[in-house]
């Protein structure tokens, strides 16, 4: 572990390499698990206020949950999250015709019909961060259902770091993100 300002970051991120291959998993992190994706408070506002337009992009079972229950789920301990169909997919999952898995939130976001992409919980993925009163702790996480991504990753020798660039500059900053990059450098020497 190394810290970057308020972040304990995992040298895992440095270390393994991912990129997602669709075309091989077929987006089964949307289906799978034992839980929704984590999500901020604003982002579970965001989906509120703009399920409407995330609408057209899910399934009718899921317009049904989010309808009767929220376009979001809380936790007892508060944490939030989103929905899910039958415990396993989120609500938010789009069926592509060629049987791969999507995000209706970011196909919303793609179109320009809304002005944020999807949770930063995926977006960062397979990077989990998990906030704490004195640091935020950044890692990777492992999953069988990734396989694939981790061959093609080391096929294509991008680092986990790499892969999620985008989502750690949202979360963290670009500055952030530039010292993890000098880190990473210095570790390859």
């Known amino acids: 572990m190394f810290r970057i300002g308020k972040t304990l970051v995992s040298e895992e991120i ?3 390499n991912f990129h997602c291959n669709i075309e091989k998993c077929k987006g089964a992190c949307c289906v799978e698990g034992i839980a929704g994706a984590p999500l901020q408070e604003q982002e579970a506002n965001l989906l509120a206020k703009n399920f ?12 049904k949950i989010v309808k009767n229950n929220g376009a979001y789920v809380t936790l007892k301990d508060g944490k939030i999250e989103t929905p899910l169909v039958e415990s396993k997919a989120c609500v938010y999952v789009h069926y ?13 976001y ?12 995926c977006h960062l993925y397979p990077v989990r961060v998990k906030e704490y009163s004195e640091f935020t702790a950044v890692n990777y996480h492992k999953w069988s259902i990734c396989s694939d991504a981790c061959s ?10 790499e892969f999620v660039k985008e989502a750690l500059i ?20």
């Open 152 to 161: 093609l990753g080391n096929e294509l020798k991008k680092p986990v770091y």
């Open 14 to 16: 440095l270390e393994n």
């Open 110 to 121: 793609k179109k320009n019909e809304i002005e944020f992409n999807k949770p930063i919980s």
């Open 52 to 63: 409407d337009k995330i609408s057209k992009y899910i399934s009718p079972r899921a317009k």
């Open 96 to 108: 592509e015709s060629n049987g791969t898995l999507s995000c209706g939130i970011e196909k919303a």
């Open 170 to 189: 949202k979360k963290f900053g670009n500055e952030w993100f530039l010292e993890l990059e000098k880190i990473a450098k210095n570790k390859t020497r």
